[in-house]
């Protein structure tokens, strides 16, 4: 793992779990929603989500759901889900995707449009959680993830807020450790279970150390490629992730519209 630059870890965790949990409990509170929702899938990002809003609301009005694709083939990762939930006293659902994916069969989808589907069929399950009984979605993305475009646009992307969308993915595992996460699911390759063996590094391409220093180096520090590369970092390591950056702007901003008033 590389050294971080400094500034990168905050100095006070216990201060960042606060002000998290407060601007759930605040933006809860504001909508008048009665609770949330947040996929649950056993990993780190969602496991601190789901300790966070149970801090916030109280664990009876924050439900998990759990939506493999096939039970059979993702046990570790529904046993840490569901660990971690009667852990902290959450409701908890776990539905199968297999036969919702097999309709689609006949569009002969390849891996990615795949993938997308998913994720796409998990964030309407839990918009239709949330809408029955009057509750906001949950995004559980960090901001390593969201900032070069990691996640399927109106799928996993698609939630009410983002609570630790301003923590990259080293500082979420620091987060974790610190309220408490269990070490099986803290340490555990970070994974969207889009499909088997599917790990967030192998698709990116390089560490979460490498992702977050470029990104901080990028848009904390403001330095340029050259100065970035002075940091260790290959050159061509530095490219690809300023292209994902750039090709997946699209997904951060309000969709385009023509104004015929102008």
């Not at 601007?23 to 609770?35: C, D, E, L």
């Not at 916030?56 to 059979?72: E, Q, R, S, T």
């Not at 090709?247 to 015929?260: A, T, V």
Request: net charge neutral.
């Amino acid at each position: 793992m590389m050294q971080l630059p400094n500034g990168f870890k905050f100095d006070d965790y216990e201060r960042v779990r606060k002000i998290i949990v407060e601007f759930i409990k605040s933006y809860i509170k504001n909508t008048r929603a009665k609770g949330a929702v947040l996929g649950l899938s056993g990993g780190v990002d969602s496991s601190l989500v789901a300790s966070l809003a149970c801090e916030a609301l109280g664990a009876d009005n924050v439900l998990g759901i759990m939506l493999p694709v096939d039970i059979k083939k993702d046990r570790r990762n529904i046993a840490d889900a569901e660990m971690l939930a009667e852990s902290l006293g959450m409701h908890h659902e776990i539905f199968e995707l297999k036969k919702a994916i097999a309709a689609y069969d006949s569009l002969e989808l390849d891996r990615l449009a795949l993938g997308n589907l998913t994720a796409r069929l998990r964030m309407v399950t839990w918009y239709a959680r949330a809408n029955k009984e009057n509750r906001l979605v949950l995004g559980t993305g960090n901001k390593s993830e969201l900032m070069i475009g990691y996640f399927t646009k109106y799928g996993d992307g698609g939630s009410d807020i983002l609570p630790i969308g301003e923590l990259y993915k080293e500082n979420v595992w620091d987060l974790s450790r610190h309220v408490g996460i269990p070490k099986s699911i803290v340490e555990k390759a970070p994974s969207a279970g889009l499909w088997e063996g599917q790990t967030d590094e192998g698709e990116i391409g390089i560490t979460y150390s490498e992702l977050d220093s470029i990104l901080f180096l990028t848009l904390e520090k403001k330095l340029s490629e050259d100065e970035i590369v002075e940091w260790g970092i290959e050159r061509s390591k530095v490219q690809r992730i300023w292209k994902m950056m750039k090709n997946s702007q699209h997904k951060r901003e309000p969709l385009p519209r023509p104004n015929p008033r102008i």
